[in-house]
T-cell receptor, first 111, second 115 residues
Framework: DAKTTQPPSMDCAEGRAANLPCNHSTISGNEYVYWYRQIHSQGPQYIIH???NNETNEMASLIITEDRKSSTLILPHATLRDTAVYYC????????????FGKGMKLTVNP | GAVVSQHPSRVICKSGTSVKIECRSL??????MFWYRQFPKQSLMLMAT?????????EQGVEKDKFLINHASLTLSTLTVTSAHPEDSSFYICSARRSVDFEAFFGQGTRLTVV
């Protein structure tokens, strides 16, 4: 079962920052927060992951609250190509855990 | 970045025939690979987890005799849909977990249509 909850959908204007929320109130101390996205009819694409510190890479930033019960994925300047379903997943980084997807959140970037 | 190649990307087959889908990690070793199925407008549903050199672990409700999984090497896993029926038509996606750091990467998916 997915351990995260996300709103089903969100709209964002092109060029603006997109802030995608995720709740994971039952996260345990050694579970990471991962974000993937899936553009229509393609395989999921890894975006970013983190444990408790905020993380940034060339695609996005990940802000994790101090209590780790929620996080926000930030796309700083959304483009039309960022329209996709975004999945927030929590799991141990130990190699044995199954990668289970919830329903995700559909982000639509509008021109 | 790590690349997972899935082949074929599209396949149409007749009812009753079998179809094999390949998943290869091109530039890393993958001890574990996952197979998913996705119906339109739904999320990815995990079908099975395969570990190199051992039998796959199937999720509840997935028939192991119908969906044969082989993971014979650290870079290749195959999913064979046997005696395909139209209801098996779906988008099948594989994921390979990199052995060195356990990060998971996904193939581009296979669109299976059974006619």
């Amino acid at each position: 079962d997915a351990k995260t909850t996300q709103p089903p959908s969100m709209d964002c204007a092109e060029g603006r920052a997109a802030n995608l929320p995720c709740n994971h109130s039952t996260i345990s101390g050694n579970e990471y927060v991962y974000w993937y996205r899936q553009i229509h009819s393609q395989g999921p694409q890894y975006i970013i992951h983190g444990l408790k510190n905020n993380e940034t890479n060339e695609m996005a930033s990940l802000i994790i609250t101090e209590d780790r019960k929620s996080s926000t994925l930030i796309l700083p300047h959304a483009t039309l190509r960022d329209t996709a379903v975004y999945y927030c997943i929590v799991l141990h980084q130990g190699g044995s855990e199954k990668l289970v997807f919830g329903k995700g959140m559909k982000l639509t970037v509008n021109p | 970045g790590a690349v997972v190649s899935q082949h074929p990307s599209r396949v149409i087959c007749k009812s009753g025939t079998s179809v094999k889908i390949e998943c290869r990690s091109l530039d890393f070793q993958a001890t574990t690979m996952f197979w998913y199925r996705q119906f339109p407008k739904q999320s990815l549903m995990l079908m099975a987890t395969s570990n190199e050199g051992s039998k796959a672990t199937y999720e509840q409700g997935v028939e192991k005799d119908k969906f044969l999984i082989n993971h014979a090497s650290l870079t290749l896993s195959t999913l064979t849909v046997t005696s395909a029926h139209p209801e098996d038509s779906s988008f099948y996606i594989c994921s390979a977990r990199r052995s060195v750091d356990f990060e998971a990467f996904f193939g581009q998916g296979t669109r299976l249509t059974v006619v």
